[in-house]
Every structure is written in C-alpha cells, then in structure tokens.
C-alpha cells in the first residue's frame, strides 16, 4: 500500500531574515509539507536557518538535506540535533550523507578520504549520535526522537540506510569520478529502480518500511517539454531529450502529464515523498496542491 505524498522545498538560496522568512512562509502557504536546506559552504548554516524557519511558519517540518557528515563530530551535531528540535517544538527531520564535493573540505582544510572511509565516518557519526540523543543524562534533550533520513546510492550506502534510516532519499543521479566541484550526472530509470530494489533486498528484515524520498531537479509546467530540457541534455553527454524526459528526476510537460509521472513513479519505485529545488517551488506548486494528501 502507498504511503501519502509528502512534498518538501529544498531552500539553496541565502536571503537576509526578513526575505528568509518570507520565502520560508511562502512555501507554508504553496503547501510544502518540509523546508529543508543543504549543507555546502557558500549557502546558509542548516540549524540557524531552520530555526529561523520555524519563527516565521507553523505546519512545515524542517529538515537537513542533507548534512555532510565530513564537517560533523558526533558529539557538536548532537547538540546541534538537540538544541535546534527543541527550539523548533519537535519539528526537525535530520538528513545526513558522506558528502560529495572535494573542493568544500579543500576549502575549509577538513580529510576528504576515500569512498569507503566516509562511508565509515557516515556509521560511525548515526551511532554516536544515536547514542548521545537516546541517553537521558545528554543535555540539551530534544522533543521528539528525530527522524532520520540518509542519503546515497551505493551499495554501501544503502546498507546503512535499510539499517538506520527512517527516511531513504534517493538522487536519481550519480557523482562524476574526480570531479572536485561535485558534478552530478542522471542515471537512467532502469538504474534507479535496480537500485531502489537493492534497498528493498536490504531492508526487507525492517520492522517497519522507510519513508523513499527522491530530489527532483527540473520542474517545467509546459506545453513545450522538449525545449524545457534541451538545456539539460546540452550538459549531459550522450543524453537525448527523449531519454532526458524520461529521467524520474525531470518533471516537464502540462499539469496532467506531471501528475501522472508523479503517481507512476510512486507505482513504480515508491516515492511518496518528494523533494523540489527552490527555483522550482513555485512551478511545483500545482502539482503538490493536486497530489496532496494522496
């Protein structure tokens, strides 16, 4: 059985307070079940803005999307965790991955490593934290046991995930290998689903199923959905625009298009809970008021 829509509005952009707050309510007002933020140098710190966040609305919840753990140590995040539920009233939701971009641990002198090392550090920081927040002695205490979500493809990865995670988020694309800034490049829909049945293999000794979540990363309400992705098959090499219309993280076409790939795609890999880019949270707007509750 499916699990209702969520919809969340990944907020990249730093505004001074006041348009931070104004665009934080805006996406309360365009029914975004989440606002969420990034964690890479050059956008705004996760935790204040979240609090800030929750000052200016009052149904969203507010997640991490997700933190890299590279710039993490178990015991600051705790308290970091902690402090920022308890001042959001139990409305935080914790998205932590490796981390992919090179240049941003360069830039703030911090060990990259290998794959596997930040997958270890990965392990290492959701059991210390889980640790720390579960013990009644640590202070501050949150509000709630604060879900958490994990992010990545590899198999590695989603072992981790089928094991801790409460929400699986999925990126619909992969890092370029050496690319220092971070590339992503799509994978095909047939990946995806290989890879969302990998979890499912993984996870299937779960007591209860995770939430999937997938970024979305183009949103064009159009009657022209060709040329809302000729700039996107223009980056990728070998890509069509036919097999770029295709890719679970491009929604292009009219509003009933849109609404119908969304609830194949929920059939077809389980996404109940989607993520939109904030240039896109307006364009996704219709769609999340046609789908949601469903």
């Not at 709630?144 to 590695?156: A, I, K, S, T, W």
């Not at 095909?188 to 209860?208: D, F, I, M, N, Q």
């Not at 309400?221 to 679970?248: N, W």
Request: proline share 9%; with cysteine.
């Amino acid at each position: 059985m499916s699990r209702p829509f969520r919809f969340g509005a990944s907020m990249i952009v730093p505004a001074p307070a006041e348009e931070w707050r104004a665009k934080c309510r805006r996406a309360e007002d365009l029914g975004y079940d989440v606002i969420l933020v990034p964690d890479h140098l050059g956008m705004v710190a996760p935790f204040p803005a979240l609090v800030a966040a929750a000052e200016a609305t009052a149904r969203p919840r507010l997640g991490t999307f997700v933190l890299n753990a590279g710039f993490w140590n178990p015991a600051l995040l705790a308290r970091e965790v902690a402090t920022t539920d308890a001042l959001t009233g139990g409305r935080l939701e914790l998205g932590l991955g490796t981390g992919y971009v090179r240049a941003e641990h360069d830039t703030a002198h911090l060990p990259y490593g290998s794959p596997g090392e930040r997958v270890d550090h990965l392990r290492r920081t959701i059991e210390e934290l889980g640790r720390l927040l579960a013990s009644p002695e640590h202070q501050p205490r949150p509000v709630q046991e604060v879900p958490l979500m994990v992010g990545g493809n590899g198999d590695r990865m989603l072992r981790l995930t089928a094991e801790h995670a409460d929400i699986a988020a999925f990126t619909g694309a992969r890092p370029v290998p050496g690319d220092a800034a971070g590339k992503m490049l799509p994978i095909t829909p047939e990946e995806l689903e290989e890879r969302v049945a990998r979890y499912r293999e993984l996870a299937k000794g779960r007591s209860e199923p995770a939430e999937l979540n997938l970024l979305i990363q183009l949103v064009a309400i159009t009657d022209d959905p060709e040329a809302a992705v000729r700039p996107l098959v223009e980056r990728v090499p070998d890509l069509s625009v036919e097999q770029a219309l295709e890719l679970p993280l491009v929604l292009a076409g009219t509003l009933e298009q849109i609404t119908a790939k969304v609830l194949a795609q929920r059939e077809r890999y389980g996404f109940s809970y989607l993520t939109v880019l904030e240039p896109y949270m307006e364009a996704f707007a219709p769609v999340v008021a046609r789908l949601r509750g469903r």
